[in-house]
């Protein structure tokens, strides 16, 4: 089964300045990816998936993720951190959740 | 679209008694079911996988004599935790997948804390 590692436990941004979360995934077959967040007491909601069709995924909220072969990575990106984006964010590959990485932003 | 009911949201109980947990997909049919368990500031962790009409697969490490799945239906999975002990508490939230090509997105429900006392 696959595997994904988040590297970040927590990442801290301030408000208006770029996010990176990052992802790295293990298999040897065309991988299911996706990322998730989590707000406090809230369920989790769906950012984006990985489909073969395209290496750059747009999700909601500005959200995208860049899938990259080479270095068997899936990292989330946003240009511009809004104090609403502090969440758990998870990285899933093959129906497995990584550990997750706690955004936090900063005013 | 895509709606996970998981039912009871909240449920406290003595210790040696079942608890039952529902999850249904109230739009879509789901073709498969996950269940997941999360400790407290700690990620998801897979506990089971469910296609309708067949037995659960469970992940390695978990009892399936003590976390009984079932998913008679295309749109209700249970899970019942037997004889529960204090060790069992937790938050369990489910997630269901529907048909169709290429990677399926999960649709989680909102989950289910469990005490035990």
């Known amino acids: 089964a696959q595997s994904v590692t988040q590297l970040d436990s927590h990442v801290s941004v301030s408000e208006g300045t770029p996010v990176l979360l990052r992802c790295n995934y293990s298999?040897?077959?065309?991988?299911?990816l996706f990322w998730y967040v989590q707000h406090p007491n809230k369920g989790l909601q769906l950012l984006l998936k990985?489909?073969?069709?395209?290496?750059l995924v747009k999700g909601i909220n500005g959200f995208e993720a860049e899938f990259k072969k080479s270095e068997t990575s899936f990292h989330l990106t946003k240009p511009s951190a809004h104090m609403s984006d502090a969440a758990e964010y998870f990285c899933v590959g093959d129906m497995r959740f990584g550990a997750g990485t706690r955004l936090t932003v900063k005013p | 679209g895509a709606v996970v009911s998981q039912h009871p949201s909240w449920v406290i109980c003595k210790s040696g008694t079942s608890v039952k947990i529902e999850c249904r997909s109230l739009d879509f049919q789901a073709t498969t079911m996950f269940w997941y368990r999360q400790f407290p500031k700690q990620s998801l962790m897979l506990m089971a996988t469910s296609n309708e009409g067949s037995k659960a697969t469970y992940e390695q490490g978990v009892e399936k004599d003590k976390f009984l799945i079932n998913h008679a239906s295309l749109t209700l999975s249970t899970l019942t935790v037997t004889s529960a002990h204090p060790e069992d508490s937790s938050f369990y939230i489910c997630?269901?997948?529907?048909?169709?090509?290429?990677?399926?997105?999960?649709?989680f429900g909102d989950g289910t804390r469990l005490s035990i006392l």
């Open positions: 298999s040897s077959y065309s991988p299911s």
């Open positions: 997630s269901a997948r529907g048909r169709g090509y290429g990677n399926q997105p999960q649709h």
């Open positions: 990985y489909t073969s069709a395209a290496t």
